[in-house]
């Protein structure tokens, strides 16, 4: 798969030569922040539909705004992940961890992804919950492939044929 290609060359950014409580530091304040910025998409999503209710609400309600915020979070680990691997390769040390593992690691939510299943499952919403589950496992890896392609595309300059016998230089 080329889509992948040459990340797995560059050294991992969150190998940092910070004292570990910098790290811890950053990530707990990056974590609060995605956090907030998750509860904050769930308080507009449940205010955009009350008035207007399509789907369900309530305990029979199917969780859009996980799936989502879930969605966006691999989308933007994937544009992470190259712009730091690739593009940017001399980013402060502290900045993956605070992006990657504090701010989309609070704004995801696996937790909440497998609480809903359980709870749509409780309601005797089987295929609801199946349909769930393997959206969001589908839709997460489509999400880092399209941001990892994105990235590239956008952030990575364009290569050039190698020069040899009867090739122009």
């Known amino acids: 798969m080329h889509l992948l290609r040459g990340l797995h060359t560059h050294s991992h950014p969150d190998r940092s030569s910070a ?14 922040v995605g956090a907030a910025l998750r509860y904050g998409a769930s308080r507009l999503w449940r205010n ?5 209710a399509v789907w369900r609400t309530g305990e029979a309600a199917f969780p859009w705004t996980t799936l989502v915020v879930n969605v966006v ?4 680990m994937g544009v992470l992940t190259v712009a730091l691997k690739e593009r940017f390769t001399r980013a402060p040390e502290l ?26 499952l ?21 999400g880092v492939a399209l941001g990892v392609a994105l990235a590239r595309a956008v952030l990575t300059p364009p290569r050039h044929p190698r020069t040899g016998p009867g090739r122009a230089a």
């Open 48 to 52: 955009g539909t009350d008035a207007h």
């Open 19 to 32: 004292p570990r409580w910098r790290v811890v530091a950053v990530v707990a304040v990056g974590g609060a």
């Open 73 to 76: 979070g691999c989308f933007l």
């Open 122 to 142: 409780e309601n005797d919403q089987t295929a609801d919950a199946l349909g769930y589950l393997v959206l969001t496992v589908a839709a997460a890896l489509a």
């Open 95 to 120: 900045l993956n961890p605070m992006l990657g593992t504090g701010v989309l690691g609070g704004f995801t939510t696996f937790s909440s992804y497998t609480d809903d299943t359980r709870r749509l």
